[in-house]
């Protein structure tokens, strides 16, 4: 492709009414087939066995409306949506936004998946099993790690997991009441803090050092103990920077008598190239929706796939799919288990996914997802350093980066007055998605994060990086363009503070309707 | 294959030597390798993965995967009775239709403006979970219904600062284990329950209860199947001693029963995948926490907030909301961690609702309760087969006892699977003093003919 064109884009804006207020009574969206009358005739009219203490007294009040006009609503709101597959989604750092190939969604689609029964025999659920177990088998080999489960919803949920195998592991040592702090980094993710802090432990955040952008051997000594559980850490950290020093943090807390746990969500950077095992971790976890190309649906559903090492297997939460040389099966008998951290055996849906693309890729592929990843993000990295006024990428200034950089705009707002949140609006008038600033703490300053992941294609990363360029070129000429972003979006700019206030909540129409006075 | 022959991508349009080496060249690298040379030659990988020989085409992947999904034999071949937290109820083609567009199916985590669709058909979900359970404050879901009810409870800790929870013996014992490792620090006794009914016994309940109970649970239906009928009473009890009352209720009930709200509940809960999800080997899970509009119940919710806000030309914005309660606020400081969980089933679960409206949830609930007492009726009158907890009524599911047959739930599982039929979850191990049970499932996907089919299988089996 030669010159860039940049994109007059202009969302869907449908001023879509709220689904309560297109109900017109009497309306139907579906029907159940009647009672078969020889059922009513054996027991009856259902209004008699409902138990009269608990029938409900008032219909629940929701709206009617037929099929077509139910359609019509969700597909207005889905037009009003930037997915993945209709933007160039590199802005969304952390989150790895990647093609999610459409032939696993006839994978996950076919009934052979879609109906089958969690409690089902394993007879006849062998097919699922065997993905289940294989997929298992792939994370081993590509992490270095032992055993890997599935049962975690979601990344969070398996670093939960984690904190739980953690609790358990010194409980039984006889060390529980005594090892109560962690230690995780201000650049890790911030379940990494949350969820062993729902586990009850206390935690402990190591700052990162000014040069480097990652914490100092000195900083971890000063604050290891035989208090110490353990260190949750994110490698490389959201400022997409390869902590080199990690091996020697790990050592550091086995020698105190912690364990080390690594957050892995975002892989993209590490296939072929770093293994968990090598870092030293003694539990990791991987988000099958990230590298390993499961959609995000909308904030899930997803899958933390938890891996371990052989000593730490015997806590893993049940059932575990197991192998004896000839089939499949679940293994229910593990009296060391945690116990269950989410019904049945987690979304399996996306373990098929992530099946699919890990065999779709083998070894050189997986290389390749990563190589390119990288590859990526410096040429973009380079571009934007160079060609974009206003913008800098605090940190280990020498280096290349991994899958991702955490910038700052910080100069564009000293100079011009535009701040990362109006550039962010302003992106969408171009057609990008918005992009993703920083987790907690807001260490860099106006932040932003973008990641351009393997399966965006240079003429894209071309457009992104010219979009940038344009906006700060904006920014410099007329501020207010930005500041007053989006023009082109599916409503207005509604200048808004954010609510901190419950009083100010209203997340459902009833609420809104008694704030109003409508009945 | 020629092992030199460079394989160029599908997914990665960059995989290509000429672009590759264009960009490399913008870099001032000759080989990818310098791009993370920096990383300490002891961490990098020695050598390649040992990963099979990749399926490179289309065609070669659909083959093999669709080969081993093939070794499946699902619920649309074989008749199944199997319930117990995962359900086959129909989804209505909208639901898929809908959670199959590209913008859904793969936009993330952007807000107001970008994803402006998402966060309405979002604040649509709560909104229509608020009707269907009667209350004004609900959550986007959270990962299934065991997660709603563990957080619930541990809602309930912080807001009455006590650490003991009352739960049935009847319960779900999957959504236990999870409470049970969730709620560790929480002191966790079961109320036992009348061997006739199922129902909770209140005289046990009046004994145990004390002033620091931070809640007493129930699940309406009950796990085992029953309706909860007292609701009322134990919500009474509970909150004569300052405990709060959680319901987990199953949404395709809430028709026809009463919603938790009105008899008491303080937190209702349970989970979405009867909501237009298909089972997907327990993939469709979804969790709903609803409750109170009170500031301690708002501020205590660890999960997101869709919260609607409109301009002065009348258009209506959602923006997540109150966000130093959650862990991407605030870290550790945040209630509980918070974590990307199952956005696309609240939207497909608005879209069944919208499809349903009060009457087909309440077409639904008839529908339902017909066939279970229908199935209690036909499966009871089979020689040596008893229902139990039978002075109740069942909603969705039943417990059929075989102790008076000769044969054990497992015998009798394996001879209707060979027969096309998923018998009933084995209750044996779990509920050892409901003898040799197994827990049936019917709904409205259940037809009479697949119910008098059961009972003659039934009964060829144990005569």
Known sequence: MGKIKLRNFHQARWDEPIIFELSTPGQRGILLPEIDDEIVDRVGDAEEIIPKKVKRNKKPQLPELSQPQVLRHFLRLSQETLGQDINIDIGLGTCTMKYSPKIHEQFVRNPKFSELHPLQDEETTQGILEIMYKTAELLKEISGMDAFVFQAGGGAQAVFSNASILKAYHTDRGEGDKRTEIITTAFSHPVNAAA?????????????????????????????????????????????????????????????????????????????????????????????HKAFSSPHGSMGPCCGAQGVKKFL?????????????????????????????????????????????????????????????????????????????????????????????????????????????????????????????????????????????????????????????KVSQEAYENPELVKTAPHNGPISLIPQPPITDPEDLIVTWRVYKKKKGID | MDENKKIVYPYMPNSVESIKKEMMDALGIKNMEELYSYIPEELRMKGKLNLPKPLLSEIELKEHVEGILSKNISCNEYLSFLGAGCYRHYVPAVCDEINSRSEFLTAYCGGTYTDHGKCQAIFEFTSLMGELVDMDVVALATYDGSQAASTSLRMTNRITNRNKLLV????????????????????????????????????????????????????NPSYLGFIEENGREIGEIAHEHGALFVVYADPSSLGILEAPANYGADITCGDIQCLGMHMGYGSGLSGYIASKNEPQFIMNFPNHFYSLYENEKGEFGFSRS??????????????????????????????????????????????????????????????????????????????????????????????????????GKDLSREFKELGNSALYCVTELTKKEDIDRLAKELSDILS
């Not at chain 1, 806590?315 to 040389?325: E, I, K, N, S």
């Not at chain 2, 999870?178 to 079961?190: E, G, K, L, V």
């Not at chain 2, 039978?390 to 009798?412: A, G, M, P, W």
């Open chain 1, 196 to 288: 062993p802090h729902t586990k009850g432990f206390k935690v402990i955040t190591l700052m990162p050092d000014e040069e480097t952008g990652y914490p100092s051997i000195e900083a971890l000594k000063s604050v290891v103990s035989d208090r110490t559980a353990g260190l949750f850490i994110t490698n490389p950290e959201d400022t997409g920077i390869f902590n080199v020093h990690i091996k020697e943090m790990v050592d550091i807390v086995h020698e105190a008598g912690g364990l080390c746990i690594g957050d892995i969500a975002d892989a993209n950077g590490l296939f072929g190239i770093v293994r968990a095992k090598e870092m030293g971790y003694d539990m990791c976890h991987y988000n099958l």
């Open chain 1, 313 to 469: 297997e015997k806590y893993l939460p049940v059932p575990v799919v197991a192998f004896d040389g000839e089939k499949y099966y679940l293994d229910y008998d593990r009296p060391h288990s945690i116990g269950k951290v989410r019904m049945f055996y987690g979304v399996v849906a996306a373990v098929l996914r992530a099946y699919s693309w890990i065999v779709s890729l083998g070894a050189d592929g997986l290389k390749e997802v990563s190589e390119l990843s990288i590859l990526n993000n410096n040429y973009l990295m380079k571009r934007l350093l160079t060609e974009v006024r206003g913008i800098s990428a605090p940190y280990s200034k020498e280096r290349f980066r991994m899958e991702q950089v955490r910038y700052s705009w910080e100069k564009l707002k000293e100079e011009t007055g535009v701040g990362t949140e109006d550039v962010e609006r302003r992106c969408m008038d171009y057609g990008l998605q918005e992009f993703y600033q920083s987790h907690p703490p807001y260490l860099v300053p106006e932040p932003f994060t973008p990641e351009p992941n393997e399966t965006f294609s240079k003429d894209e990363i071309d457009e992104y990086a010219e979009i940038m360029k």
């Open chain 2, 168 to 219: 049935p013996k009847t319960m779900n014992p999957e959504i236990l284990a999870h409470i049970r490792n969730y709620c560790d620090f929480m002191t966790i006794t079961q109320v036992d329950y009348d061997p006739k009914t199922g129902q909770m016994d209140l005289e046990d309940l009046r004994r145990k209860i004390s002033d620091d109970v931070a809640a007493v649970f129930i699940e």
């Open chain 2, 322 to 423: 109150l966000n130093q309660r959650t862990s991407y606020g605030s870290r550790e400081k945040a209630v509980e961690y918070l974590g990307t969980n199952t956005g696309l089933w609240a939207i497909t679960a608005a879209v069944y609702l919208s499809l349903m409206g009060p009457q087909g949830m309440y077409d639904l609930g008839k529908n339902i309760i017909s066939k279970a007492k229908y199935a209690v009726e036909v499966l009871s009158s089979i020689k040596g087969v008893k229902v139990l907890f039978e002075d109740s009524t069942n909603f969705k599911e039943f417990i059929l006892n075989f102790d008076e047959t000769n044969k054990s739930v497992e015998e009798i599982n394996k001879e209707l699977l060979r027969k096309g039929i998923f018998g």
